[in-house]
């Protein structure tokens, strides 16, 4: 399952609520949900390959990966979060296949590594089918510290699951400060959390049961209204609304007495190109170059910038750790350092009511 219903936020003003940034080209010449599915490609066949989305992107969604069919295409009826919608997931494909073992993999990251991400994907499904009644993760070897991003502790080794190592699950931590993050990156036990994850949907639906009654019978309300058609799409719409924005991990993963969870380690060359930021070190280590920059750019004597232009000339001299972004409604200008706080701009867009330039 290819979850493309995030807005990215911190890539604005290119990330936007009407286009996010899996939509976008920001690395290569094809945009990130279509070189996640190439990926993807590599692992498990295009008809076994579904997408989640909302309604707004689906039309786009369907014109840049066209080989994905309609029956293919899970469309939520709103943005409520990772565990509403893996549990809506799980339960319409349950509907179809109940024995059906489910992957959730993001639209919106960058993988060097392609051959250990099919070999990932693979060894994810084998690790459920040999547990099944665990959640399997995945864990992402760490090349710096990063305080954005979650973190899995593991334990005790279980073996090879087809060539890869698979472990226990010591814990989650979720977004260390730096000092931590520093010792988790030096520290063999420590992965990143990419939120991808292998489950037999049936067990999914069994730990919401437990652990978020309430939003289990929801669900169910909703699908009883889907069945009615046109009629019914109004209420089921309604009922999701009305759930609480959660992620799957503070739902389920990190409850006290959860335990069944297994990680597999993957060296992938990964990056979740999270903020205008890390998009530019992943750049600078693609091409090799202090300078990238798109469009019209002359620059004099500046050093580890990120200049995208639009329709006009960029012209810089002697910046440094300097992002550029040009859109044909606004552009961008911020240090590299702080360029996760582009999300506070879109908070005070908010406030002072430019609903138009989200």
């Known amino acids: 399952m290819i979850m493309a219903g995030g807005s990215g936020t ?94 959730t993999l993001a639209s919106d990251h960058d993988v060097e590594n392609i051959e250990a991400f099919a070999s990932m994907i693979k060894a994810g499904f084998a690790a459920v089918e040999k547990y099944p009644d665990y959640l399997v993760a995945i864990g992402i070897k760490p090349t710096r510290p990063d305080t954005g991003l979650g973190y899995i502790k593991i334990g005790k080794s279980l073996g090879e699951i087809n060539n890869e190592q698979i472990f226990e699950v010591e814990r989650f931590v979720e977004k260390p400060s730096y000092e931590t993050a520093v010792k988790y990156v030096k520290a063999w036990e420590y992965f990143w959390n990419g939120a991808y994850y292998f489950f037999k949907a049936k067990e999914l639906i069994s730990w919401f049961k437990k652990y978020r009654p309430a939003v289990s019978r929801k669900i169910d309300q909703m699908l009883e209204y889907e069945k009615k058609g046109n009629g019914g799409a109004r209420q089921a719409q309604k009922i999701y609304e009305s759930l609480k924005d959660e992620q799957f991990e503070y739902a389920i993963v990190e409850q006290p007495d959860f335990k069944k969870v297994l990680a597999i380690p993957a060296d992938l060359g990964w990056s979740d190109v999270g903020n205008w930021g890390t998009l530019l070190e992943v750049l600078t280590n693609k091409f090799g170059s202090k300078i990238v920059s798109r469009g019209h750019h002359v620059d004099v004597g500046s050093d580890n910038c990120l200049v995208y232009a639009a329709e006009q000339l960029i012209a810089t001299v002697g910046l440094n750790g300097i992002i550029i972004i040009d859109t044909p409604d606004a552009i961008l200008v911020a240090n590299q350092g702080q360029a996760q706080d582009v999300k506070k701009l879109l908070d005070k867009f908010k406030e002072e009511g430019r609903h138009l330039y989200l």
């Open 10 to 103: 911190r890539l604005w003003p290119m990330s936007r609520k009407s286009k996010p940034k899996q939509l976008h080209s920001l690395i290569s010449d094809k945009s990130l949900i279509q070189e996640t599915l190439k990926r993807v490609k590599k692992a498990v066949p295009a008809d076994e390959i579904y997408i989640s989305t909302v309604a707004k992107y689906r039309d786009e969604i369907k014109k840049q990966l066209p080989e994905i069919k309609d029956k293919n295409y899970i469309v939520e009826p709103a943005v409520r979060n990772t565990a509403p919608s893996i549990l809506y997931i799980a339960k319409k494909i349950v509907q179809r296949e109940p024995e059906a073992i489910i992957s």
